[in-house]
């Protein structure tokens, strides 16, 4: 029998959103009380990534064990990937513009 191995790819990813929150000064109020912050949706952004690589590590195990439906597995395995590519997308454009800005001269 195999050993069950902790799950990894969520470990990684806890508490990242109130990190980011707090390295990027999420301290101010939105303008008029009206929605979020920039850092606040950047958090939240995070969390549904680990939320949905954490779902899709679940339900891989549940089918490895032999509880779980593959299909389930597929869209949730496809759905986690998704998130990532989109959140690794979003990263670089971040890094590209911060990257512009240091460029810049004064």
Do not use: H
């Amino acid at each position: 029998m195999i050993p069950l191995i902790a799950p990894i790819g969520t470990k990684l990813l806890d508490g990242v959103g109130e990190r980011l929150g707090n390295l990027l000064g999420n301290t101010a109020e939105p303008a008029g009380g009206v929605g979020q912050s920039f850092a606040g949706m950047l958090g939240n952004a995070v969390s549904r990534v680990a939320d949905n690589l954490g779902e899709a590590e679940q339900l891989s195990m549940q089918a490895l064990q032999g509880k779980g439906d593959m299909r389930a597995v597929v869209d949730a395995v496809m759905t986690a990937e998704q998130s990532l590519q989109a959140a690794v997308a979003i990263r670089d454009k971040i890094v590209s513009a911060y990257l512009e800005v240091t460029r810049m001269q004064i």
